[in-house]
């Protein structure tokens, strides 16, 4: 085959995928189709491979998160959650350990780095579908939870003993002499210095009275500043200059008293003695020692009392009379304050100390309690802590075992303390889809509804205790059927769980109740007219196989008794899994005596369990809060206000928040298609700043929909891929168009969406055609562009001012990659660099099931690991109108007569031809490749037709290729220039 004749029609640019056009009206420098290729330095090339970071996870699941956590010390972690819900970490690099497991199955993750700390929301890729959580590189916990369910009890203190008789029940050290002036008294300043004539007994601290010195000012009674030996003593005068004098007498305030019986007084206890014989011991004391059960002292008001004894010491304190409140406050591991239980009253008779007993224990991540009281008569809550001046000051218990308590405190004092009422605004935050920090705060999304007034619903609220049976706060247990519940803290979702247990002859086991009407302070509970769901994660033990759970409704006066949630033996598994049944359906009287009621019936086996945990109550019409989002308090990651710490996001759109994204300062928030802005205004609460459209056409369906660029986002919506910079969302796929209608809108939620900012490409995961899950990524290639305008600006084709369709080289370049990844994030590694990580999803890497392996992306791994690349690259149909007119080829049929390529790799080089459209395939012989590539390659063909596009691949594994240049020779076909008989 010569080329005598024929001329050079070369390949000037390698662009993207166009797919809105007709293959035959495509302009030189853009593919009618592709694959697995990347574009860079002029040319097109394969794709870099999948190159295992870890070895696969326990059963092959799909891994649906991945993220890099860096911790307070600067430790970078790599979290994956997987389709079995276990959530692993990276200790050392390449080793992934299990974090947590019985997450949400299939479920995803989104979330965000902040105070040290992870924070997840775990969703189906709309609404959460697990607790909300946070990871600080030991405990992974809950965010936010409920405080305890009951208050506590509390009674005056009430001790009184008798003073034993005279002369032995109330004493004082003799007085002893001292010496004569001038030495007896001397002073340096303000300080004076006492010599006595005998060993005095004092000791620092101590109260003395000074009398009958010659120079009246050293006379009096002071606290003892020193003392040099054992006949010397300091104090403080209240005046200076005195002369040195002597004579008198110096005696010890300090007073002992013996009782009758076993006193029971501490150091720094007060105390009230009356009816001694000797009035100067009657008063209220600090004690200061405590000798043996029967003795203490105090400082009296003065020294030099005659022995005495008879009357009374009662421990005193400074509550002041009339009714006070009390409630408990649980605080966490994390520091995290929780709402406050609902308080008791009780009457105090004034200056006595408080005696609080049943004080809550909380779940195992509960570190403290706080016990929170109020003024006389008042109605806020303070506490104080250890810096209270007074003794049993102190209302914070730095552990989780006391129940008993004996607190201190005047209104004074206690006014002065920490103010708790904002607490009694928190709830427990929801099951969320996803999570984001902005101005020190967490910001959550897809929130699944529940009511928030209900009493440890969640059983995290302590239990009764600490004697057997254990029944949960707030809940009231059945006076003939509770027998069989208890707590259960081990195998639980989150915190503590309610168990009942069967004895195998008792019908009706752990009967508990809690009203059903208002809450404590009279807010309503289930309302008439509406129709409530029950929604409850339930399990059992191996040995239960007997019995039928239950939650639901009941009324004796009204006559109700719902179904509810009712599960038997046979319906649960030895592990949690979430039920939901219709509560009740719309009540039209809500009767007095309505409850809520948990039990087992049907005689349950014996040493059969039941287990529940997480129960929660919702309006059926309303199971989530489409357009809600929750604010923490600022650099409070855990408090939730149910009024001032929310945003409604266009609550009549009639759309969900899906996604949240931070730019230049400005809080976004994107809904399934619509976009809102948001800022924090430096004063207010965020339910009162102003949120603003931004647009009322561009949002996404996902979670992970919103991609992170250089100053600007991209967002994928049903329509199209939108770019955006703070202005209005510009479409940058409208070239794919076609292929962007293929994917599935159905499961559109499990869409992702990635930027690598280094590489400059976007990566979105697409379920396309039938798939459900992930199955393509459509990459687009940015390499040349600088900014989000030039991204927006540079489409593959343009029409110039004549019509005519063109190419150029800057520009976006889109090509599809078919790697099945569930999730992808640029991630951290140890040598400091991030590379771009994918979670393995289905099909797996070489066409099977899934592989449960996370994958890098790497420029030297030539293969997916180890499975060959299928990439290819078709050109446009040569030659385009323009090339026709310029090498007067006319329009009718053409010979391609040899190829010219320039293009290196490794293996074979497949070639084929598509003649006038892309299903007249005619394979041409392969070329082998190497690397560096010496020459061009050369290749004599007979192709004939009108257009014909070539297309080049490799498929084999650690076959690879790069092509940069392309030249077809072509002439009129010198046999049959049109169709039909010559």
């Known amino acids: 085959m010569t080329t005598a004749g024929s001329f050079d029609a070369p390949i000037e640019i390698f662009g993207g995928l166009v797919t809105d056009m007709s293959p035959a009206d495509l302009p030189h420098g853009v593919s009618p189709d592709c694959q697995d290729v990347m574009f860079s330095n002029g040319g097109v090339a394969t794709r870099p491979g999948l190159q295992a970071l870890f070895g696969p996870l326990v059963g092959n699941p799909t891994v649906n998160y991945v993220k890099t956590y860096e911790t307070l010390n600067a430790t970078l972690r790599t979290l994956a959650l997987d389709s079995n819900g276990i959530l692993y970490k990276e200790t050392t690099p390449g080793t992934l350990a299990s974090v947590a497991t019985g997450l949400a199955a299939n479920a995803f993750a989104n979330s965000t780095t902040l105070f040290g700390r992870e924070y997840l929301g775990i969703s189906d890729g709309k609404t959460g579908n697990d607790l909300p959580r946070q990871y600080d590189d030991t405990n992974f916990d809950r965010v936010s939870q409920s405080g305890p369910g009951a208050g506590p009890t509390v009674v005056d203190e009430n001790v009184i003993v008798s003073v034993t008789a005279s002369p032995n029940g109330a004493t004082q050290p003799a007085a002893v002499a001292i010496a004569a002036s001038p030495n007896g008294a001397t002073e340096n300043g303000f300080l004076v210095t006492i010599t006595t004539t005998s060993a005095h007994g004092l000791s620092a601290g101590q109260s003395v009275t000074v009398a009958g010195v010659g120079v009246a000012g050293y006379n009096g009674a002071f606290p003892v500043v020193s003392v040099p030996t054992s006949t010397q003593f300091t104090y403080i005068a209240g005046a200076s200059g005195l002369a040195a004098s002597g004579g008198g007498t110096a005696a010890s305030a300090t007073a002992t008293i013996q009782t009758t019986s076993a006193h029971g007084f501490v150091v720094g206890q007060l105390v009230t003695t009356s009816g001694i014989g000797v009035s100067g011991y009657n008063g209220t004391f600090a004690i200061t020692s405590v000798p043996d059960s029967t003795h203490f002292t105090l400082t009296a008001a003065t020294g030099g009392l005659a022995a005495s004894g008879g009357g009374t010491a009662a421990a005193a304190g400074s509550v002041s009379a009339g009714v006070h409140q009390v409630c408990v406050i649980f605080q966490t591991r994390q520091g995290y304050l929780t709402k406050p239980s609902p308080a008791t009253t009780w009457t105090a008779s004034g200056g006595k100390r408080a005696v609080v007993t049943n004080i809550p224990t909380g779940p195992a991540n509960i570190v403290g309690r706080i016990l929170c009281f109020t003024g006389a008569g008042g109605a806020s809550f303070f506490y104080t802590g250890s810096g209270s001046t007074l003794f049993s000051g102190n209302m914070v218990i730095p552990d989780n075992t006391t129940t008993s308590l004996t607190v201190d405190f005047s209104d004074a004092i206690l006014l002065a303390g920490v103010n708790v009422d904002d607490l009694f605004k928190l709830i427990e935050l929801s099951d969320c889809a996803g999570v984001l920090d902005y101005a020190q705060r967490l910001f959550w999304w897809g929130e699944r509804n529940k009511q928030n007034n ?48 069967g004895n195998g002859t008792t019908a009706t086991r752990g009967l508990i109740t809690q009203p059903a009407v208002t809450d404590s302070l009279g807010a309503p509970l289930i309302q008439a007219n509406t129709d409530y769901t029950v929604r409850a994660r339930c399990a059992r033990n191996a040995l239960l196989s007997q019995g039928t759970f239950h939650v639901h409704l009941f009324s004796a006066t009204g006559g109700i008794n ?46 059969g369990q039941f287990y529940i945990d997480c129960l929660e109550i919702f309006p059926t019409a309303q199971p989530v809060n489409a357009s809600l989002v929750r604010a923490s308090r600022v650099e409070d990651p855990e408090s939730y206000d149910g009024i001032d710490g929310l945003l409604s996001v266009a609550e009549n759109n009639g759309q969900a928040v899906r996604a949240a994204f931070k730019l230049r300062e400005r809080l976004y928030f ?313």
């Open 454 to 501: 209900w009493l440890n619903l969640g059983f995290d609220g302590g239990f009764t205790g600490p004697s057997l049976p254990h029944y949960p706060l707030g809940w009231t247990p059945d006076a003939v059927f509770a027998p069989g519940g208890t707590d259960e803290g081990n195998f639980v979702v989150w915190g503590a769980a309610y168990s009942i247990a």
């Open 562 to 607: 719902t179904t509810g949630l009712q599960l038997s033996a046979a319906q649960l598994t030895t592990g949690y899994v979430e039920y939901s049944a219709q509560l009740t359906a719309p009540l039209a009287i809500i009767p007095g005596d309505l409850v809520l009621r948990v039990y087992a019936d049907g005689t349950p086996n014996q040493n």
């Open 670 to 982: 994107v809904k399934e298609h619509s976009l809102h802005v948001t800022q924090d205004d430096g004063t207010n609460e965020p339910s009162l700043w102003t949120i603003a459209e931004v647009s009322r056409k561009v949002g996404t369906p996902s979670v992970r929909g919103v991609g992170i660029g250089e100053d600007w986002v991209v967002i994928a919506h049903r329509t199209g891929l939108y770019i955006f910079n703070g202005g209005e969302p510009v479409k940058i796929s409208q070239e794919i168009q076609p292929t962007w209608n293929q994917i599935n809108w159905q499961y559109g939620h499990t869409l992702w969406v990635t930027v690598d900012t280094k590489e400059r490409r976007i990566f979105v995961g697409v379920p396309l055609g039938t798939a459900t899950s992930p199955n393509k990524i459509l990459v687009l290639d940015y390499r040349d562009l600088d900014d989000a305008e030039e991204i927006a600006a540079r489409p593959p084709i343009n029409v110039t001012s004549s019509g005519r369709k063109t190419a150029t080289d800057k520009t976006r370049k889109w090509a599809p990659w078919t790697i099945a990844a569930n999730s992808c994030a640029l991630i951290e590694r140890a040598n400091g660099t991030a590379v771009v990580a994918l979670g393995g999803g289905t099909p797996g890497v070489g066409g099977g099931g899934a592989t449960g392996k996370i994958y890098q992306l790497s420029d030297t791994q030539l293969s997916d690991d180890g499975a060959a690349i299928p990439s290819y690259y078709t050109t446009h149909f040569f030659p385009e109108r323009a090339v026709e007119q310029a090498l007067s080829l006319g329009a009718h049929r053409k010979l391609f007569s040899y190829l010219t390529l320039f293009v290196e790799g490794a293996g074979n080089l497949s070639l084929t031809s598509f003649t006038d459209s892309s299903r007249a395939a005619q394979a041409q012989q392969p070329l082998a490749l190497s690397s560096p590539a010496l020459k061009d390659l050369e290749l004599p063909i007979n192709v004939l037709g009108e257009r014909v596009a070539f297309q080049v691949s490799t498929n084999q594994p650690g076959a690879w290729f790069r092509l940069q240049k392309f030249t077809p020779s072509v002439r009129p076909d010198p046999w049959s220039p049109v169709r039909g008989w010559n």
